[in-house]
């Protein structure tokens, strides 16, 4: 699988977009991009994932650029709760192994 | 909205004991997986099960640790004889297909 990279931490202020990169430049064609995470140690919460096209769900939208080698994660309008560590994970298919970085510490500010 | 549960929430063991991690995966999933996270660190893949066999393990995953699906609904991990170093967090996950995997809220496992 391809390796991520991610800044370790970010602010947003509460009400506000939160955009999170990755670069994932070594990215294969069979390999999607999956975006999780955890809050406190919790378990992992899955957000979205998307192969070529942007993507939107109601928690979040994945922006992959046309190179596929970065994409960005939209939280449209940060709260307190979204407070989290978020991973950036590209995986194959067929790979049972989502394999976890050290994700950027996202800190929403009142 | 369906869910993994995990029990118990918390265990603590004495080192050299076996443990058994409980896990009810989401219930029309056909894939099945441990993870643990050491505190402070990143999350780590142990084992994939399917069809009632292992289908890939990491490194970490070694002959102490073995998974079981008894039942229709169940699904274990066991750990033979504890050491210190086993205390993590152990989540579950499962997935429908080899794609989204959903995880559950965890198992903090303390071995003394």
């Known amino acids: 699988d391809a390796k991520t990279t991610q800044p370790p931490s970010m602010d947003c202020a509460e009400g506000r977009a939160a955009n999170l990169p990755c670069n994932h430049s070594t990215i294969s064609g069979n390999e999607y991009v999956y975006w999780y995470r955890q809050i406190h140690s919790q378990g992992p919460q899955y957000i979205i994932h998307g192969l070529k096209n942007n993507e939107t769900n109601e928690m979040a939208s994945l922006i992959i650029t046309e190179d596929r080698k970065s994409s960005t994660l939209i939280l449209p309008h940060a709260t307190l709760r979204d407070t989290a560590v978020y991973y950036c994970?590209?995986?194959?298919?067929?790979?049972?192994?989502?394999?976890f970085g050290a994700g950027t510490r996202l800190t929403v500010k009142p | 909205e369906p869910e993994v549960t995990q029990t118990p929430s918390h265990q603590v063991t004495q080192m050299g004991q076996e443990v058994i991690l409980r896990c009810v995966p989401i219930s029309n999933h056909l894939y099945f997986y441990w993870y643990r996270q050491i505190l402070g660190q990143k999350v780590e893949f142990l084992v994939s099960f399917y069809n009632n066999e292992i289908s890939e393990k990491s490194e970490i995953f070694d002959d102490q640790f073995s998974v079981e699906r008894p039942d229709g609904s169940n699904f274990t991990l066991k750990i033979r004889s504890t050491k210190l170093e086993d205390s993590a967090m152990y989540f579950c996950?499962?997935?429908?297909?080899?794609?989204?995997?959903?995880f559950g809220p965890g198992t903090r496992l303390l071995v003394l």
């Open positions: 994970i590209v995986r194959a298919y067929n790979n049972n192994d989502m394999r």
């Open positions: 996950a499962s997935s429908s297909v080899q794609e989204t995997q959903y």
